[in-house]
C-alpha cells in the first residue's frame, strides 16, 4: 500500500494549488482518503475526506468554500484544490486511507509522505 501526495509548492496569497494523492495496493472503492496538514509548531490537523462508494466529501471549517476533494478511481489518485490561499494554509500536506470508522478525521490505517505548501507574497 503507498500513497505519494505532490503538487505542493509557493503560491502568493490568493492564488490557487491543486494537490494530488497517487495511491497503489489497495482499490480506491473500499478506503476513503483524507487530506491532513501540519504547519511548523502545530499538531497535524484534517483538512479534507472523500469517501469510498458515494463519493462524499467532508472539510474542515477553516478551508470550506475554498477546497475541492475529488478522486478518479481509473487513475487511482485523489485530488485537492486548494483556491484563496492564506498564509495559514502553509503546512505539509498528508493524504491517508481508511477502510472504516465513522468519524472523517480519524481512524486513518495508511499514510503517504507531505507535500510542502507555502503561501506568501
Known amino acids: 500500500v503507498q500513497l505519494q501526495a505532490s503538487g505542493g509548492g509557493l503560491v502568493q496569497p490568493g492564488g490557487s494549488l491543486g494537490l494530488s494523492c497517487a495511491t497503489s495496493g489497495f482499490s480506491l472503492d473500499y478506503y476513503a482518503i483524507g487530506w491532513f496538514r501540519q504547519a511548523p509548531g502545530k499538531e497535524r490537523e484534517p483538512v479534507s475526506c472523500?469517501?469510498?462508494?458515494?463519493?462524499?466529501?467532508n472539510y474542515a471549517d477553516s478551508v470550506k468554500g475554498r477546497c475541492t476533494i475529488s478522486r478518479d478511481n481509473a487513475k487511482k489518485t485523489v485530488y485537492l484544490q486548494m483556491n484563496s490561499l492564506k498564509p495559514e494554509d502553509t503546512a505539509v500536506y498528508y493524504c491517508?486511507?481508511?477502510?472504516?470508522?465513522?468519524?472523517?478525521?480519524?481512524?486513518?490505517?495508511?499514510w503517504g509522505q507531505g507535500t510542502l505548501v507555502t503561501v506568501s507574497s
Open positions: 472523500i469517501s469510498a462508494g458515494d463519493s462524499t466529501t
Open positions: 491517508a486511507a481508511k477502510s472504516g470508522g465513522s468519524d472523517w478525521r480519524y481512524e486513518y490505517d495508511y
